[in-house]
């Protein structure tokens, strides 16, 4: 088990420190630097590659993994079904995840 991040911001001039602060815990990141109305993403798709079960994929904000409901709900399923876990860093469940 592997506790992996995945972090994103729209453009090349925002800054992913933030995200990558929340994202100490985790042994690996992969970050993007593109809009999130692309599904084309090179590092999530990276990412969705990687995982393996029993792995606990983790975002700062549920909106870094997609922008709609369509795209969130595909990108979930994927993990889902690869045998992974989802945790979306929010107070109290930070304190959690970093325990884990």
Request: proline letters at 1%; hydrophobic letters at 40%.
């Amino acid at each position: 088990m592997a506790k992996i991040g995945y972090a994103r911001v729209s453009s090349k001039e925002q800054n992913l420190d933030r995200q990558l602060q929340a994202l100490e815990s985790v042994s690996k990141v992969f970050s993007d630097k593109v809009s999130g109305a692309t599904t084309e993403r090179p590092q999530l798709q990276a990412m969705l590659d990687y995982i393996r079960e029993g792995d606990i994929v983790v975002v700062a904000e549920l909106d870094r993994l997609g922008r709609n409901n369509k795209d969130l709900t595909e990108i979930m399923n994927i993990i889902q079904q690869k045998g992974a876990t989802l945790v979306v860093i929010r107070g109290a469940l930070y304190k959690i995840i970093t325990k884990i």
